[in-house]
T-cell receptor, first 115, second 114 residues
């Protein structure tokens, strides 16, 4: 049973426009959410995160929104650039006991920004 | 500063064999986590180690084991390989076990089981 879902496998956006990537989760114990970007042949790179006590976090062109009641978060990229083309993973963290946090990842969304 | 390094980059094994994957964390990082990423899926948590002790284990069979050394490097071992073990194995390091929001990933080891 997938606890973190990214229902759009791919997304194409024109350069300069907004990219919106969505993520849904089912586990109410998740208390921290992260977005990672992954280029081919590289490991995932941390992009932006948000604590469950907040509903918005911004970092430059990237903004993450969290709607706890809907168990939904989204990543907005404005303006989108060709270099943003990558696979984006949504991840959620929960304390698993015995001094450990576990990250649960979605399947990823492949973003293509068209020049 | 060097990032997280993993070796080997690629590996081909046959069913039933054993494999050892290696990870060197970022200098100063004491926690290492391992993830399995099957094609078309997101990374799935396997283990977390901190100060040479296992702190967390994902839903993987006992064929998977790991350890962390005094220099904080880590090995992931998989016994009796199955075709389904073919995947990208990612290692991530962080300063300590609670720094879940600051995990740095290596490039991964691509394991193919024939």
């Amino acid at each position: 049973d997938q606890q973190v879902k990214q229902n759009s496998p791919s997304l194409s956006v024109q350069e300069g426009r907004i990219s919106i990537l969505n993520c849904d989760y089912t586990n109410s114990m998740f208390d921290y959410f992260l977005w990672y970007k992954k280029y081919p042949a590289e490991g995932p790179t941390f992009l932006i995160s948000i604590s469950s006590i907040k509903d918005k976090n911004e970092d430059g062109r990237f903004t993450v929104f969290l709607n706890k009641s809907a168990k939904h978060l989204s990543l907005h990229i404005v303006p989108s650039q060709p270099g943003d083309s990558a696979v984006y993973f949504c991840a959620a963290s929960a304390y698993s006991g015995a001094g450990s946090y576990q990250l649960t990842f979605g399947k990823g969304t492949k973003l293509s920004v068209i020049p | 500063d060097a990032g997280v390094t993993q070796s080997p980059t690629h590996l081909i094994k046959t069913r039933g064999q054993h494999v050892t994957l290696r990870c060197s964390p970022i200098s100063g990082h004491k926690s290492v986590s391992w993830y399995q990423q099957v094609l078309g899926q997101g990374p799935q948590f396997i283990f977390q180690y901190y100060e040479k002790e296992e702190r967390g284990r994902g839903n993987f069979p006992d064929r998977f084991s790991a350890r962390q050394f005094p220099n904080y490097s880590s090995e992931l071992n998989v016994n009796a390989l199955l075709l389904g073990d073919s995947a990208l194995y990612l290692c991530a390091s962080s300063l300590d076990w609670s720094a879940y929001n600051e995990q740095f990933f290596g490039p991964g080891t691509r394991l193919t089981v024939l």
